[in-house]
């Protein structure tokens, strides 16, 4: 059974630093593409960076692109955000996701999906 648990979300103030984590189980993790989107309350879910099966190739959103940053650890089964000169815009419920084939923007293309961690940014 897949299963993707986030963490390292909460409340900062604007300008600051947050890293998520998020830890991949019962999935040969180094095959799949990894990507993290976001929801906003009243708002569809977002696409916000991707990460390619060897770490070599990431694809971020332009609203997040020189602030964020997308990175795996395959020997830990794991992917990070890194996010910094956090804004209040940024404010949303992000979520981890798995895909099989290839790195994607498209939410309706990963297969597996975690249950989200809270990030809050103060003004």
């Known amino acids: 059974q897949v299963e993707l648990v986030e963490s390292g979300g909460g409340l900062v103030q604007a300008g600051g630093s947050l890293r998520l984590s998020c830890a991949a189980s019962?999935?040969?993790?180094?095959?799949?593409?990894m990507g993290w989107f976001r929801q906003a309350p009243g708002k569809e879910r977002e696409f916000v960076a991707c990460?390619?099966?060897?770490?070599?190739?990431?694809y971020y959103a332009d609203s997040v692109k020189g602030r964020f940053t997308i990175s795996r650890d395959n020997a830990k089964n794991t992917v990070y955000l890194q996010m910094n000169s956090l804004k209040p815009e940024d404010t949303a419920v992000y979520y981890c996701?798995?895909?099989?084939?290839?790195?994607?923007?498209?939410?309706?293309?990963?297969?597996?999906w975690g249950q989200g961690t809270q990030v809050t940014v103060s003004s």
């Open positions: 990460i390619n099966r060897s770490g070599g190739s990431t």
């Open positions: 996701a798995a895909n099989r084939v290839v790195s994607s923007t498209v939410p309706g293309e990963y297969n597996n």
């Open positions: 019962g999935l040969f993790f180094s095959i799949y593409s």
